[in-house]
């Protein structure tokens, strides 16, 4: 759809036109319109519109007033400024560049939308004040235009709950032209101290139809709560001289929220974050998430899969698809057993040591809740104090799928013979065919593998987008979506020895990520330095399925691996609270230009110096 002004795109509510004499003289301020709007993609949070005439076109400031509040979330756009209302805004704003900097557009008919948290059936007292300038910075001359007016917002409006005071708004996208059921979606939220006394009792998250605008309270859960409460010292130096008036930070409580989102194909949604009250109930939301036992070794289920941890390593030891609950998938053929094996690393005369291997590992964190199930483990290899590692998994309800992240961190330089990561073993038996995409083929290779002799590999690129194994007789496949994949260094770059993935099969059958892998070369015996500050990680996504009949039996990998790799775009839009300065302070290291010396938009920089 082709953009058009933000006055016709949220479905505004009320609008009053009229004009305002701003005094005597020739200079008036002319309010042409003023409205009250529901959130929409390009404006995610409950506002006031008004549209301003001004009696020449000139550079400048506005400050609009609500019952005697100044508002500190106010936006001006030119008279011909659009956006897609179903789509988030491009321009922004931040208060950071309103402290560093003056906006020196020339504005004839602006519009200014200010945040407002407008009730029904409520009157609003309406201030607009403009200061007339002819260049950016100003000078004591310039006149001031002001306009006031009231508006009341229809009684029949449906909003939530005013006991909630604050919002935040979270815009989500759908890229891949699929639609999204109850996908789940994490985002970080920053709050200040006294606004974060209890966010696992207050939060609350809902949906907003942009068309009815009905609000719709859909399951969340709050987890991985982290406070800096230090305040910045504003105190004199040592020569009794003011460092800085304006605190560079103030104390922050973030919080991690994840919630179950409909987003219709190639369609942007809003999403409101609500807090702070202190009156609210614990809410307690029911999906089919479920989790049992003691970390590391969890049960955990949903009305797909049952994925079983094993007790000593928290590793992934069996998963189950639901529809065939006859036909797991597992493996223990060799060491502990465990399905998922790594990361891992080899360096005689020290033995072959996988993150599978701990029994226990040193540091165990779990948590559950309504929306996501996370289990993670992490610490140094065994024996192998040199080489961190760490794996992470994360269940959702309603889906097929989990995800695992995993690290490998090298503190001290090692020499090796292997470097691996995403290995994923199964016992033979199991397993009757292979399949992937090549890359360099440009096709889906399907590979029988019980026709494969014994430590036979099959080779593909290191960025494999996904792989899969099935079994034709039972049905049951179980694939991996490559989701991200990086190496790095810090003191040195990764030294890697043809990277690549493959296949092999033995009384077991396994997929793994050769990093460095000088033990399947020509010449088995060369050792590798894995270099000290050298960062390997990995995300997959793995899906247990059912398999379709025809010539693409691992089809349902497809549609997930474009699902997976397409996930909701995420934007987080939020009120201007208060205490934030109208001036900036920025330290930096060395007393040299700042770039804004001398520039005509330059605000506070005189000041600061």
């Known amino acids: 759809m082709k953009p058009f002004s933000l006055i016709l795109s949220c479905l505004l509510v009320l609008s009053c036109r009229f004009a305002v004499m701003a005094g ?62 179903d789509r988030p805004a491009l321009k922004h704003r931040p208060p950071s560049g309103a402290g560093l900097s003056q906006d020196n557009t020339q504005y004839k008919d602006p519009y200014i939308i200010g945040w407002v ?9 309406v201030k607009i004040s403009v200061r007339m300038k002819t260049t950016a910075q100003g000078s004591p001359s310039d006149p001031y235009l002001t306009a006031s007016r009231t508006i009341t917002a229809p009684k029949e409006a449906v909003v939530f709950d005013p006991a909630w005071k604050n919002y935040k708004s979270v815009v989500l996208s759908e890229t891949a032209g699929l639609e999204r059921k109850a996908e789940p979606v994490e985002v970080l939220l920053p709050f200040y101290p006294d606004e974060a006394k209890d966010l696992k009792r207050e939060i609350r998250v809902l949906s907003i139809d942009t068309k009815t605008h009905a609000l719709q309270e859909v399951p969340s859960q709050v987890y991985d709560i982290q406070e800096y409460l230090k305040e910045d010292d504003l105190a004199p130096d040592k020569n009794g001289h003011l460092t800085r008036t304006v605190p560079v930070w103030l104390p922050t409580v973030t919080a991690r929220v994840s919630f179950l989102a409909d987003v ?4 942007s949604r809003v999403f409101l974050i609500y807090y702070r009250n202190e009156s609210a109930m614990a809410k307690f939301y029911t999906t089919d998430l479920r989790v049992q036992g003691e970390a590391p070794g969890l049960q955990i289920d949903n009305d797909f899969m049952t994925a079983v941890l094993h007790p000593a390593s928290g590793h992934l030891d069996q998963i189950s698809l639901k529809q065939k609950p006859d036909n797991p998938l597992f493996h223990r053929k060799e060491t502990n057993g465990a399905i998922h094996w790594n990361p891992e690393i080899y360096t005689p005369p020290l033995p072959w040591t996988h993150t599978s291997d701990w029994n226990p590992p040193a540091h165990v964190k779990s948590f559950s809740g309504p929306v996501m199930a996370s289990s993670e483990v992490w610490g140094p290899l065994r024996e192998i104090p040199q080489v961190d590692a760490s794996v992470r998994y994360e269940f959702y309800p309603g889906k097929p799928y989990f995800i695992s992240s995993s690290t490998l961190r090298i503190n001290e330089t090692v020499q090796c013979l292997a470097l691996r990561n995403a ?21 889906i290779i399907s590979y029988d593998v019980t026709r494969m002799p014994d430590l036979t590999d099959l080779k593909m690129e290191a960025d494999v987008p996904w792989i899969s194994f099935y079994n034709e007789k039972t049905g049951v496949g179980f694939a991996g979506i490559q989701l991200s994949y990086a190496n790095a260094g810090l003191e040195s770059s990764p030294r890697l020895l043809n990277p690549f993935f493959y296949i092999t099969g033995g009384p077991w059958i396994y997929w793994a990520r050769a990093l460095s892998l000088s033990f399947l070369a020509s010449n088995m015996q060369q050792m590798i330095p894995a270099m000290k ?77």
């Not at 219709?264 to 369609?267: E, G, H, L």
């Open 264 to 267: 219709p194909a190639r369609a």
């Open 24 to 85: 005597p003289g020739k200079d008036q301020l002319q309010i042409n319109s003023l409205e009250l709007g529901y959130p929409c993609p390009a404006i995610p949070y409950y506002y006031l519109r008004a549209d301003l005439g001004l009696p020449r076109p000139s550079i400048m400031e506005v400050e609009l007033v609500i019952n005697g509040k100044p508002l500190r979330y106010t936006t001006i756009h030119q008279s011909d400024d659009t956006e897609n209302p």
């Open 533 to 609: 500050g050298n960062v390997f990680s990995e995300k997959w996504a793995y899906l247990v399925y059912q398999t379709q009949a025809g010539d693409k039996p691992y089809a349902p990998v497809l549609e997930w691996q474009k699902k997976l790799t397409h996930p909701l775009r995420i934007q987080l839009e939020e009120e201007v609270d208060d205490r934030v300065s109208k001036t900036v302070t920025e330290l930096f290291i060395d007393k040299g230009k700042s770039g804004w010396e001398e520039r005509e938009t330059g605000k506070n920089r005189k000041e600061q110096k």
């Open 117 to 125: 948290k407008w009730q029904p059936g409520v009157s609003y007292e």
């Open 423 to 443: 290995e994923i073993v199964f016992k033979r038996e199991l397993i009757t065919h292979a399949a992937w995409y090549d890359i360099i083929r440009d096709s």
